[in-house]
């Protein structure tokens, strides 16, 4: 069995603050992905990052950045500079490749004010 | 390309109604994924497919909830009798399958989603 647990269920800063979004994960798998997905107000589900097991880099674009610590089977998600439109509900994921199933977390809802 | 296509957006039905949710996966995608998505239980997978053939409904939740993809451009999910408790968020996502492990998980694309209230 796989699970993702996301601790954070609600997050609030203000705006320019940087702000980490945690994630832990379980598997006896050796061969998995870790993703991130925002879900905005508006409700649909956007891909922000795929991660293999294999590759423990971590990982930056513009104001995101990813640092996956196989150690700790944690996989923590960092907005720097955070903005008014950075509010959504962020999810962590893990995929089974044997079984072909993707386990979400529970969301952290991240509020970022004016 | 369209993206993944759902409707409706939006059903309000009543309890015992049937209900039949639409799905387009994005065209030469090879696997289908219906989820829910509830305050209570966050994002559930019930049902995947690959090339139109049920691969695992481990995640449906009772009989009531069924599901068909007589085709590769079309699914459905469809409750029979609805109850207030079905009421969610439902998402279709489609990927393709890629032959080696490297790649062996493509990204799932998912849909806008249909919000269904039952009453």
């Known amino acids: 069995a796989q699970k993702v647990t996301q601790a954070q269920t609600e997050i609030s800063v203000v705006e320019k603050e940087d702000v980490t979004l945690d994630c832990v994960y379980e598997?006896?798998?050796?061969?998995?992905?870790l993703f991130w997905y925002k879900q905005p107000p508006s409700g649909e589900l956007v891909f922000l990052i795929r991660r293999n097991s294999f590759d423990e880099q971590n990982e930056i674009s513009g104001r995101y950045s990813w640092n996956f610590q196989k150690s700790t089977s944690s996989f923590n998600f960092t907005i720097t500079a955070s903005q008014v439109v950075d509010s959504a509900v962020y999810f962590c994921?893990?995929?089974?490749?044997?079984?072909?199933?993707?386990?979400f977390g529970g969301g952290t809802r991240l509020m970022v004010k004016p | 390309d369209a993206g993944v296509i759902q409707s409706p957006r939006h059903e309000v039905t009543e309890m015992g109604q049937e209900v039949t949710l639409r799905c387009k996966p994005i065209s030469g995608h090879d696997y289908l994924f219906w989820y829910r998505q509830t305050m209570m239980r966050g994002l559930e997978l019930l049902i995947y497919f690959n090339n139109n053939v049920p691969i695992d409904d481990s995640g449906m939740p009772e009989d009531r909830f069924s599901a068909k993809m007589p085709n590769a451009s079309f699914s459905t999910l469809k409750i029979q009798p609805s109850e207030p408790r079905d009421s969610a968020v439902y998402f279709c996502a489609s990927s393709l399958a890629s032959p080696t492990w490297e790649h062996s998980y493509n990204e799932q694309f998912f849909g806008p989603g249909t919000r269904l209230t039952v009453l």
């Open positions: 598997t006896r798998d050796t061969t998995y992905y």
């Open positions: 994921a893990l995929f089974n490749n044997a079984g072909n199933m993707l386990t």
